[in-house]
């Protein structure tokens, strides 16, 4: 019942190791992978211990992946906003 908990710690700790190191393409590629490893994580998370832990460990990715939300959320109001004119 704790692994997903302990691997979501490392998945935390591996995505700060990831940005202290400098990166040619500005980390976008291991931001790709860590979505890839984290998005599978974050529902096994939810299922064993719930939605309330779940929106918890979900906060904790989204602060550490900030730009690619931010850009995805800009790429969405693009989107939605060429519809409304």
């Known amino acids: 019942m704790m692994l997903p908990l302990a691997l979501c710690l490392v998945w935390l700790v591996l995505a700060n190791l990831i940005a202290m190191f400098p990166s040619r393409d500005h980390h976008w590629r291991a931001a790709y992978v860590l979505i890839a490893l984290g998005i599978p994580l974050l529902g096994w998370v939810t299922y064993e211990h719930g ?35």
Not at 51 to 80: D, E, Q, Y
Request: charged share 15%; hydrophobic share 55%; net charge positive.
């Open 51 to 85: 939605p309330i832990i779940g929106i918890a460990v979900l906060a904790a990715g989204a602060s550490i992946l900030r730009w690619p939300l931010v850009f995805f959320w800009r790429w969405v109001r693009s989107k939605v906003g060429s519809r409304e004119g």
